[in-house]
């Protein structure tokens, strides 16, 4: 009948009001965005540019913490292993890390992967690096069917970025990784439930801008010089969903900052909407 079709398709005129905000929002941007925001509950998914590489920065820890919850998951590695801090492993934008004691200061790895997370710490992400290596964080994305999420150099490694090893991802496979781990696909339920709960913990960010406060998501931005990016899921009730927005060449990275914070405004209303 006329009424059992009429709500899909009003559900499919918030989408389409969704899109229209979206590509307002990307047309008076000096810069480049892409976005890929799926519906956890259906499926229903949005995509701009969402197969083009984009440098990835701090969200790429994503990737790291993903691979160290699977090691741990496999017993190749406790998340209570403990690391004693070393000055040889500090860098710079190490907003932590830098100010513990060097030989003194014990930590487990899961304190380590909460700097990395919280802080967007350069020094614990290396450590965690080093711990599940490189190597094998790439060959997870690859498991997962992810061919440009690439995990090229450690952070603050400048000769590498100088040679252009940068650590990339786009926004499909950043949201896919998120939602193969949100499904149980790579992880069991309890380190499911911890990653989503570490990934959760309160930073700087512009996902959430303007969103309202006490909203539970888990999410990791990324900064660099011309670059802002943050993915992440957001755990609306009843309507949980996935969102991840990148941008480059930025010509003023406040306005990639304000981007991303309209774009997450705009998915928020209509999840929040579906959601009652």
């Known amino acids: ?21 979206i590509t307002d929002t990307d047309r008076s941007l000096d810069g480049v965005m892409g976005v890929a925001i799926v519906d956890l509950t259906d499926n229903h998914q949005y995509l701009l540019h969402a197969d083009d590489v984009y440098p990835q920065a701090s969200s790429i820890k994503i990737a790291v913490l993903a691979e160290l919850y699977r090691q741990s998951q496999q017993g190749k590695l406790k998340l209570t292993d403990s690391y004693t801090v070393n000055a040889s492993d500090l860098v710079p934008d190490s907003d932590i890390m830098g100010g513990l ?14 700097m990395m997370v919280a802080v967007s710490d350069n020094s614990a992400t290396n450590v965690l690096i080093d711990r599940v290596g490189m190597d094998n964080v790439n060959a997870l994305m690859t498991s997962l069917g992810l061919k440009h999420t690439l995990l090229r150099r450690k952070m603050m490694d400048l000769k590498a970025a100088g040679e252009g090893r940068e650590n990339v991802s786009t926004p499909k496979e950043m949201e896919t990784l998120l939602e193969q781990i949100y499904r149980g696909k790579v992880l069991n339920k309890e380190m499911t439930d911890d990653f989503f709960k570490v990934l959760s913990t309160h930073k700087d960010s512009w996902i959430p801008r303007y969103l309202p406060e006490g909203l ?29 927005v990148m941008t480059t060449y930025l010509r003023r990275e406040s306005d990639g900052e304000e981007a991303i914070a309209r774009v997450s405004q705009a998915a928020y209303r209509m999840f929040d909407r579906l959601a009652r």
């Open 1 to 21: 009948s006329a009424l059992a079709q009429s709500a899909p398709n009003k559900q499919e005129l918030l989408w389409q009001k969704l899109e229209t905000s």
């Open 216 to 244: 539970k998501m888990a999410n990791k931005p990324g900064a660099l010089e011309g670059v802002r990016n943050d993915s992440g899921v957001i755990f609306v009730e009843n309507r949980p969903y996935i969102i991840c």
């Open 101 to 114: 004691t060097p030989g003194v200061t014990k930590l487990t790895l899961r304190d380590v992967a909460t």
